[in-house]
């Protein structure tokens, strides 16, 4: 099993940055990792995902934005996110599939959020 918590949310100006971190309780290193996040009103969508071999997926509102990273040695998933907009505001949620790959479709474990706020 493994327990994840998100850190690095707040609010921020649109055009600007933020860095998320998830740190995991146990090893990641054989698993996918995701971002993903829930506006209110809306369902959860997929921001990016991560194999354990470092291939990267990314939402299409969110390309060219967003990296998403991963420190196996820290059991540590990261997301750089650039010039926010307004319409990226909502709750952040780390994901860590049970696969290298995450084919399975589904993460097996999410973390708790994170809110970002975005103002214009």
């Known amino acids: 099993q493994v327990q994840l918590v998100e850190s690095g949310g707040g609010l921020v100006q649109a055009g600007g940055s933020l860095r998320l971190s998830c740190a995991a309780s146990?090893?990641?290193?054989?698993?996918?990792m995701g971002w993903y996040r829930q506006a209110p009103g809306k369902q959860r969508e997929l921001v990016a995902t991560?194999?354990?071999?470092?291939?990267?997926n990314y939402g299409d509102s969110v390309k060219g934005r967003f990296t998403i990273s991963r420190d196996n040695a820290k059991n540590t998933v990261y997301l750089q996110m650039n010039s926010l907009k307004p319409e990226d505001t909502a709750v952040y949620y780390c994901?860590?599939?049970?696969?290298?790959?995450?084919?399975?479709?589904?993460?097996?474990?999410w973390g708790q959020g994170t809110q970002v706020t975005v103002s214009s």
């Open positions: 994901a860590s599939y049970v696969t290298r790959t995450g084919r399975e479709g589904s993460p097996g474990y």
């Open positions: 146990g090893s990641i290193f054989s698993r996918a």
């Open positions: 991560i194999t354990s071999g470092g291939t990267t």
